[in-house]
Each structure stands twice: as structure tokens, then as C-alpha cells.
């Protein structure tokens, strides 16, 4: 796993926790798996699925009752991320405030990150 002692890989706000154990109680989920995958404009996009089986190679974040799942692949990616859950007249959605994000496309789904080498080094020093 990619993560530093004491330190938690993602932050959930309060709006993002109550949406997420929202969720996770109006089906039984154990949680919300955060993954990256290939895709996009910009290279990179986020995904999201329901967890109902906690895989031991996640890493878990646990806040106020709301779970969330790292899957090892996006680990790196999403260490210092910031959860949030926004809800506006036109849309409502979670939403990303990762500090590895080095370029986004104009729609704000698709996302281009610092290179693996870069972010290894930020995390040894």
C-alpha cells in the first residue's frame, strides 16, 4: 500500500459523508470504492462503484460512519485528495480536490496526473 504512518490517504468533508453513508445504507454497502482509470480528454478519469466486499488490499478511510475504498492501482494517485460532495441548481456530485492533478479537461472529468516517478519522490521526501 501506498500511504504514510499516521496519515489518512483522503479526506472526506462533512457533505461527502453524509452522502456517503447515504448511500451505503439505502442498499447495505459496506462502502464506496475511488479508483482511476484510462480515459478522457486528459488521460485519466475518476470512477466510483459500491463495495460489498471489503478487498484487504484497499486502503480504508473511515470517517463518521462513511467508508471509502482506495483500490491499490489509484493509491498513489489520490494520496492528499480531498472528498467533497457539491449540489447546485443544475447538478449535484462528488467532487475531487486532488493535489496531484497537474491538468483537467473543460467538462472537469477527465484529469492528467504527475508522473509516478514525481509523485514516489514527493512521498519519500
Do not use: W
Request: with cysteine.
Amino acid at each position: 500500500m501506498f500511504a504514510i504512518p499516521g496519515k489518512q490517504a483522503v479526506t472526506i468533508t462533512p457533505a461527502a459523508i453524509r452522502q456517503i453513508v447515504r448511500l451505503m445504507e439505502s442498499r447495505g454497502h459496506q462502502g464506496l470504492r475511488v479508483g482511476v482509470k484510462k480515459g478522457g480528454c486528459a488521460g485519466m478519469e475518476y470512477t466510483m462503484d459500491y463495495v460489498d466486499e471489503v478487498d484487504p488490499h484497499d486502503e480504508m478511510v473511515e470517517q463518521d460512519g462513511a467508508r471509502v475504498l482506495i483500490a491499490p492501482m489509484a493509491q498513489m494517485f489520490l494520496f492528499g485528495t480531498e472528498i467533497d460532495y457539491e449540489t447546485s441548481l443544475l447538478e449535484s456530485g462528488f467532487r475531487f480536490r486532488n493535489p496531484n492533478v497537474v491538468d483537467a479537461c473543460g467538462c472537469g472529468e477527465s484529469i492528467k496526473f504527475k508522473d509516478v516517478e514525481e509523485l514516489a519522490a514527493e512521498r519519500e521526501g
